[in-house]
């Protein structure tokens, strides 16, 4: 089974800062890694598919980057709304498709 | 616009069973492959089963393998997800799924989930 970590756990930051989230797996995955953002109360959203493309609807401060063993998922001026948690998956090898733990952005 | 509708959540005892169904509208559903992935109060995903287009394959987590079953009517648009001996740890939110990738195939796949349900609970507890 592949492991996906995901780092940090949490990420705190200001309005139009730039955040990096990074997910990394136990062995290559090539490029099949999507990127999910969850709100409180909700279901997960998908992001990016196939490490950097956008899924329908995503905005353009949204971008995905990454192959192998390691991605980033990378919010170019963070806005309020953007607080979640975010997810990474793979979908090299399964069963199962696997998920990061999960990083946690707050907006100051 | 597509949606996908859980239901049949419930509060259960330990090795009872519980059935759970999505009812999806709004795409060509037997097209695509659909997915349960649940979610531990206040933990992460983990994803349980899938069904592929034409129900012929389905494939589980090993949490979960030989207790679930998943189904599909692709005529009625629905699928289900049949749960026995349920444990405490199955405990959780269930989503439904839509896989993004037209039709099915096995090995590495493009895409990721692109359509969820707002999921139902899940208590076994006695």
């Known amino acids: 089974e592949i492991v996906l970590t995901q780092s940090p756990d949490t990420l705190s930051l200001s309005p139009g800062e730039r955040a990096t989230l990074s997910c990394r797996a136990s062995?290559?995955?090539?490029?099949?890694l999507a990127w999910y953002q969850q709100k409180p109360g909700q279901a997960p959203r998908l992001l990016i598919y196939d490490a950097s493309y956008k899924a329908t609807g995503i905005p353009a401060r949204f971008s995905g980057s990454g192959s192998g063993t390691d991605f980033f998922l990378i919010i170019s001026s963070l806005e309020p709304d953007d607080s979640a948690v975010y997810y990474c998956?793979?979908?090299?090898?399964?069963?199962?498709?696997?998920f990061g733990q999960g990083t946690k952005l707050e907006i100051k | 616009e597509v949606q996908l509708v859980e239901s049949g959540g419930a509060v259960v005892q330990p090795g009872g069973s519980l059935r759970l169904s999505c009812a999806v509208s709004g795409f060509k559903f037997d097209d695509f492959t659909i997915h349960w992935v649940r979610q531990a109060p206040g933990k992460g995903l983990e994803w349980v089963s899938l069904?592929?287009?034409?129900?012929?394959?389905?494939y589980y987590a090993d949490s979960v393998k030989g207790r679930f079953t998943m189904s599909r009517d692709n005529k009625k648009n629905s699928v289900h997800l049949q749960m026995r001996s349920l444990r405490n740890e199955d405990t959780a939110f269930y989503f439904c799924?839509?896989?993004?990738?037209?039709?099915?195939?096995?090995?590495?796949?493009?895409?990721?989930?692109?359509?969820w349900g707002q999921g139902t609970m899940v208590a076994v507890s006695s």
């Open positions: 069904i592929s287009w034409d129900a012929r394959t389905a």
């Open positions: 998956q793979q979908r090299y090898n399964w069963p199962p498709y696997t």
């Open positions: 799924a839509k896989d993004l990738a037209f039709g099915f195939s096995s090995g590495p796949t493009r895409g990721g989930f692109d359509f």
């Open positions: 062995q290559s995955v090539g490029s099949y």
